[in-house]
């Protein structure tokens, strides 16, 4: 199959999904709930629509799963995971850290992604094995040896008030070992910004597949070595995700599965 084409065709469905958000942005819109934090906009399902309609057009037996509207059934071995807004309680609030992404699984293995912040304009890009890429310059992650010297980034899961303490514990151990710690609010964002060297690191748990699949992959292609939080390697569908530029990999593993010491300073 023509994975170029595939991008070309990712590329345009994230910018008809960055044109309804960014026309939105910023505008009273309904917001509605599916958990306690878990929020929904127009602008999420108007996205949703522009990139399905893009991808079909080209591709009109393909499967998509995509965030709001679920499984549209097509051929077995080739699936679309879509996030039409990646970061959605940021877009309700006005911050400007938001996402489109846009994945392609060719029997089972994630070979094209594209994350698309429309905001900044950045495009991140990659191929199976052909590098990752912001607005057509490769990338590569940062050289940093030591959690010490690193910028982390993680996120919380709409369910952390139910496991908090785990969360916090993981939270602590790394704040205590790090330079520092950001949360952007945009999974997907941050795998591409490991992957261009902003930050060295990031984790985070209870991620859906098309939250992680594109920025996954543009990773992994820029250098990053991307597990779950014991090590074994990471696919979309585990529930957690490290991500790191490699030389702090092993810290960082350490870190997230130490028991959480309280200073009692």
Same mark, same amino acid.
């Given at each position: @199959?023509?994975?170029?084409?595939?991008?070309?065709?990712?590329?345009? !469905?994230?910018?008809?999904?960055?044109?309804?958000? +960014?026309? #939105?942005?910023?505008?009273?819109?309904?917001?509605?709930?599916?958990?306690?934090?878990?929020?929904? +906009?127009?602008?999420?399902?108007?996205?949703?629509?522009?990139?399905?309609?893009?991808? =079909?057009?080209?591709?009109?037996?393909?499967?998509?799963?995509?965030?709001?509207?679920?499984?549209?059934?097509?051929?077995?071995?080739?699936? &679309?995971?879509?996030?039409?807004?990646?970061?959605? +309680?940021?877009?309700?609030?006005?911050?400007?850290?938001?996402?489109?992404?846009?994945?392609?699984?060719? @029997?089972?293995?994630?070979?094209?992604?594209?994350? =698309? #912040?429309?905001?900044?304009?950045?495009?991140?890009?990659?191929?199976?094995?052909?590098?990752?890429?912001?607005?057509?310059?490769?990338?590569?992650?940062?050289? +940093?040896?030591?959690?010490?010297?690193?910028?982390?980034?993680?996120?919380?899961?709409?369910?952390?008030?139910?496991?908090? #303490?785990?969360?916090?514990?993981?939270?602590?151990?790394? =704040?205590?070992?790090?330079?520092?710690?950001?949360?952007?609010?945009?999974?997907?964002?941050?795998?591409? $910004?490991?992957?261009?060297?902003?930050?060295?690191?990031?984790?985070?748990?209870?991620?859906?597949? &098309?939250?992680?699949? !594109?920025?996954? $992959?543009?990773?992994?292609?820029?250098? !990053?070595?991307?597990?779950?939080?014991?090590?074994?390697?990471?696919?979309?569908?585990?529930?957690?995700?490290?991500?790191? #530029?490699?030389?702090?990999?092993?810290? @960082?593993?350490?870190?997230?599965?130490?028991?959480?010491?309280?200073?009692?300073?």
């Amino acid at each position: @199959m023509n994975l170029e084409a595939v991008k070309r065709v990712a590329i345009a !469905a994230a910018y008809h999904g960055a044109e309804v958000l +960014t026309s #939105n942005f910023g505008r009273a819109l309904k917001v509605k709930k599916k958990g306690a934090i878990d929020l929904v +906009t127009e602008a999420d399902t108007r996205s949703e629509a522009q990139i399905i309609d893009t991808i =079909l057009k080209v591709f009109p037996d393909h499967t998509i799963l995509a965030e709001e509207g679920g499984l549209k059934q097509g051929t077995a071995e080739q699936l &679309w995971l879509v996030d039409p807004l990646d970061g959605t +309680t940021n877009f309700a609030h006005g911050l400007g850290f938001f996402s489109v992404s846009v994945a392609f699984s060719l @029997m089972g293995d994630i070979v094209v992604g594209v994350v =698309l #912040n429309p905001q900044s304009g950045e495009l991140f890009s990659a191929i199976k094995s052909k590098g990752a890429f912001l607005n057509g310059n490769p990338i590569r992650v940062s050289p +940093t040896k030591t959690v010490t010297d690193s910028l982390l980034a993680t996120g919380f899961p709409y369910n952390v008030r139910e496991i908090i #303490n785990p969360i916090s514990g993981r939270f602590i151990n790394c =704040l205590k070992a790090a330079r520092g710690i950001r949360r952007l609010g945009s999974a997907a964002l941050d795998l591409c $910004l490991v992957a261009c060297g902003r930050f060295d690191g990031f984790w985070e748990q209870n991620l859906k597949p &098309w939250d992680t699949a !594109a920025g996954m $992959l543009v990773a992994r292609e820029a250098g !990053a070595v991307v597990t779950d939080f014991a090590g074994d390697r990471f696919t979309p569908h585990k529930p957690e995700i490290l991500a790191t #530029n490699g030389h702090i990999h092993q810290q @960082m593993i350490s870190l997230l599965n130490l028991p959480c010491i309280m200073s009692q300073e």
